[in-house]
């Protein structure tokens, strides 16, 4: 598109998760007229809004506050009041010691914030800047001629018919790892796509805050119960809670088949963290859904001037680098400077062309950083930790 063809495009954007959002804004102050298909309800509507989005809290680091500043709604000073800064990693040894290993010299930090909670602030942006969003509305179709048209299936009551076509001058997918519009723009042009499942599962679980409403932990640290096949992780959220989540592979996953050998695992592996969410707590865990994780490349990221993947979408990354969602908002900030920079049809080309090599290296970097997680912290943080000590 450019900018879009005129003034006045009708951008259709497929998904109000963080990325879509992000990009409605982003359209939005361009002067374009745009409309989000989303196809879970409301989260702000549902009291219990955290079983309808994954529970899981998000590090937002520098990458990603970039895209949030250019967004000039006074919104990223909303997001960062919810953010808890964590400026190292703490891990915790075995025998339940703790050594704090800093990310930087200057007080540099990565910051944890809850993703529904994320994510209900920016829907109610996207409302206050006037951007229309259609929950409950699946794309099952699109087809790319002139103009895209994509089809979608509803239950609202309040619809006469289930399906629903649209036209519009862009489509956007921004609809996550999955993505319906990837699927259908690789039968249009000669996308290169691959997915990799990796072996190992996750679960989550919340810690919540002491009796006294503090934390637990020391909320200023991603901790880590790094050993070496598996790893117990926790980020704290602004409520007093920790979100942990236990990354490890499917079979052993499999084999903690009952609560008794659950408990017995988190006893011989991760003991503090258990002493701190108590045996109860850990009861009501052991049967929570399992994560999937995977990695997906592909290219190019675009159809002609009409129709372009951004985020999950596009790019879908094993979280072991806190940096999927962070690239997926770097990416709506590279392909608006490119949209001011070219007046003509060339900013979703050059954006497939410029982008690839580097959500090709976030990926494989994201891929690498698990061993470092849950493994080279370990002998590099004691080895640290012994250093200090003989000083
Ligand atoms: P999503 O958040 O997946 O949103 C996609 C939206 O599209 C959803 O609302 C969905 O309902 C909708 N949708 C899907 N299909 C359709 C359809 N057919 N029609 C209409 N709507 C549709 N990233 C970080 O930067 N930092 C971290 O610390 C971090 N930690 C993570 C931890 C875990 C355990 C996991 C799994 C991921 C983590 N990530 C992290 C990655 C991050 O969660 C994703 O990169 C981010 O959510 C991608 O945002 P998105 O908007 O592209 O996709």
Redesign the pocket.
């Known amino acids: 598109m450019s900018a879009p063809r005129s003034n006045k495009t009708k951008v259709v954007i ?7 959002c992000v990009c409605a804004l982003a359209m939005k102050k361009r002067g374009h007229n745009v409309v989000i ?4 309800s409301d989260p702000r509507l549902n009291r219990n809004g955290k079983d309808t989005l ?1 529970s ?6 520098a990458r ?1 506050i970039r895209t949030l500043k250019t967004l000039d709604y006074g919104l990223f000073e909303r997001i960062a009041s919810n953010f808890v800064p964590m400026q190292g990693r703490m891990i915790h040894s075995l025998k339940g010691e703790q050594t704090s290993v800093k990310y930087g010299l200057n007080g540099e930090s990565i910051n944890s914030i809850s ?1 529904l909670e994320l994510n209900r602030l920016l829907l109610e942006e996207v409302d206050r800047a006037g951007v229309e969003i259609k929950f409950e ?4 179709s699109a087809t790319f001629t002139s103009q895209p048209e994509s089809v ?1 299936e509803t239950s609202r009551p309040d619809r006469a018919s289930r399906e629903v076509k649209v036209r519009s001058d862009v489509i956007i997918g ?7 519009l990837r699927y259908e723009m690789q039968k249009a042009c000669d996308m290169n796509y691959s997915q990799v499942f990796i072996d190992h599962h ?1 679960i ?1 679980m919340v810690v919540p805050s002491a009796n006294d409403g503090g934390y637990v932990f020391n909320p200023n640290h991603l901790h880590i119960w790094p050993r070496k096949d598996f790893m117990f992780i926790c ?1 704290a959220n602004s409520d007093g809670s920790f979100t942990g ?1 236990l990354f490890a592979p499917r079979q052993l996953l499999d084999s903690l088949s009952t609560f008794e050998l659950f408990l017995e695992f988190f006893r011989t592996n991760f003991n503090d963290a258990l002493l701190s969410m108590g045996e109860e707590l850990l009861s009501q865990y052991y049967k929570n859904p399992r ?1 999937k ?1 995977m990695s997906v490349k592909c290219t190019p990221y675009h159809y002609r001037n009409i129709a372009i993947i ?4 596009a790019h ?2 094993v ?1 072991f680098y ?7 908002l770097e990416d709506v900030r590279v392909l608006m400077e490119l949209m001011d920079k070219y007046p003509s049809q060339k900013a979703f080309s050059e954006y497939s062309i410029i982008r690839h090599d580097d959500l090709v290296a976030i990926n494989d970097l994201s891929m690498r950083n698990y061993i470092e997680m849950r493994h080279s912290v370990s002998t590099l943080g004691f080895a640290f930790r012994k250093k200090l000590d003989a000083i």
Not at 14 to 20: F, I, L, Q, R, S
Not at 37 to 40: K, Q, V
């Open positions: 497929v998904g109000a998760g963080p990325v879509g298909y989303e196809a879970r994954r899981i809290n998000l590090a937002i680091s990603g993703r509305y699946k794309l099952k979608y921004c609809d996550g790892s999955h993505s319906k996750y989550e980020l989540t994560g994780l951004l985020g999950d979408a879908s990354t979280p806190g940096q999927g969602l962070n690239c997926g």
